[in-house]
Structure formats: structure tokens, C-alpha cells
């Protein structure tokens, strides 16, 4: 049965012209794929069009989709299809890069030692670094406790350094 759409034109206009760049950052950091970042945001924002869940504010709907995309790259990472095929990506086989303003980041050095880094340690240096969320909106968003949220800030730092080796 096919879902509702519960959302106006207008507010998810607004949403994806407001989120648009955080949603995909965080795919992007998450799935280390061009496509499947694109695939996550596509899914996140239809599940926006069809939630009838009534944001606060703007920092609720933030915090609702950066959860969201979470949940999403979660499920792709766990996925039959993720696990038996390899990407364009992993493949070597070129795709159209982004527009320079739609670029992430810059140092390529630190990022790749990023993707490198666990899924846990990855989402809350994203949200955290790139975001620039403090603990609390952190821990709400990855379900965990600010002092987790510190820990494995704490942990990935020091995985960073060494992967980086020992540069700061």
C-alpha cells in the first residue's frame, strides 16, 4: 500500500532547501558513496513527506532528519544488496563529481582517515565537526548519552591521530 503524503509542497521545499547540504554530508560521510548519499537523502525526505510528526522548530526538523539519515544509512550499510554488490565507487569506475559548492570538505587527507574511522565514532565526529551540534542535540540524535557522545568523540580523536599519524 503506498504511503500518504502528509507534507504541503512548500514546507518540503523549504525543508530541502534548508537541509539539503547537512542530509547529504552525513550520507556521504556514512555511506563514503556518491550514489548511495543521494539514495539516503531521496529516502529521507519522501519519509518527511509522508510523517505527520509536528516539528517545534527548525532545530526539531534538523534534528529529525540528521536522525533519519542515521537510521537510513544504518539500513543500507545492513542490507543484502550492500553486502553482495560492490559500488561504482569501489569499482574505480568514475561518476560525475559534484558542483564545488556541493563538495563536503576539502582536505581529502583527513576525510578519508574519517571513513576509515567505526560507524559510531564516524556519525558523531560528522554531526559534531561538520554540523557543529553540541553533545546534547548529539546524543538525541544518535540515541545515546552526551557522556557517550564525549567518549567516542575522545576515541575517534585519538584513531584519527594515528590513522593520520600523529598529525594534528
Same mark, same amino acid.
Given at each position: 500500500?503506498?504511503?500518504?503524503?502528509?507534507?504541503?509542497?512548500?514546507?518540503?521545499?523549504?525543508?530541502?532547501?534548508?537541509?539539503?547540504?547537512?542530509?547529504l554530508?552525513?550520507?556521504?560521510? @556514512?555511506?563514503?558513496?556518491?550514489?548511495?548519499? *543521494?539514495?539516503?537523502?531521496?529516502?529521507?525526505?519522501?519519509?518527511?513527506?509522508?510523517?505527520? &510528526?509536528?516539528?517545534?522548530?527548525?532545530?526539531?526538523?534538523?534534528?529529525?532528519?540528521? /536522525? &533519519?539519515?542515521?537510521?537510513?544509512?544504518?539500513?543500507?550499510a545492513?542490507? %543484502? %544488496?550492500?553486502?553482495? &554488490?560492490?559500488?561504482?565507487?569501489?569499482?574505480?569506475?568514475e561518476?560525475?563529481?559534484?558542483?564545488?559548492?556541493?563538495?563536503? %570538505?576539502t582536505?581529502?587527507?583527513? %576525510? *578519508?582517515?574519517? /571513513?576509515?574511522?567505526?560507524?559510531?565514532?564516524?556519525?558523531?565526529?560528522?554531526?559534531?565537526y561538520? *554540523? @557543529?551540534?553540541?553533545?546534547?542535540?548529539?546524543?538525541? &540524535?544518535?540515541?545515546?548519552? *552526551?557522556?557517550?557522545? /564525549?567518549?567516542?568523540?575522545?576515541?575517534?580523536?585519538?584513531?584519527?591521530?594515528?590513522?593520520?599519524?600523529?598529525?594534528?
Amino acid at each position: 500500500m503506498p504511503q500518504r503524503v502528509a507534507r504541503d509542497d512548500a514546507f518540503l521545499r523549504a525543508a530541502m532547501r534548508d537541509h539539503r547540504a547537512s542530509v547529504l554530508r552525513l550520507a556521504l560521510s @556514512q555511506t563514503g558513496s556518491r550514489a548511495d548519499a *543521494e539514495d539516503v537523502y531521496q529516502d529521507v525526505f519522501v519519509a518527511l513527506a509522508c510523517c505527520d &510528526t509536528q516539528f517545534a522548530d527548525d532545530d526539531h526538523l534538523r534534528a529529525w532528519l540528521l /536522525r &533519519t539519515t542515521l537510521n537510513r544509512c544504518r539500513d543500507l550499510a545492513r542490507s %543484502w %544488496w550492500r553486502r553482495h &554488490t560492490q559500488s561504482f565507487d569501489a569499482l574505480g569506475i568514475e561518476v560525475a563529481q559534484a558542483e564545488k559548492d556541493d563538495a563536503p %570538505w576539502t582536505d581529502v587527507q583527513l %576525510w *578519508e582517515a574519517v /571513513r576509515r574511522l567505526p560507524e559510531r565514532y564516524r556519525a558523531v565526529v560528522h554531526l559534531r565537526y561538520v *554540523e @557543529q551540534l553540541p553533545a546534547d542535540v548529539i546524543a538525541a &540524535t544518535c540515541g545515546i548519552s *552526551e557522556s557517550a557522545v /564525549r567518549t567516542r568523540l575522545s576515541r575517534a580523536m585519538r584513531k584519527l591521530r594515528v590513522y593520520l599519524g600523529g598529525m594534528s
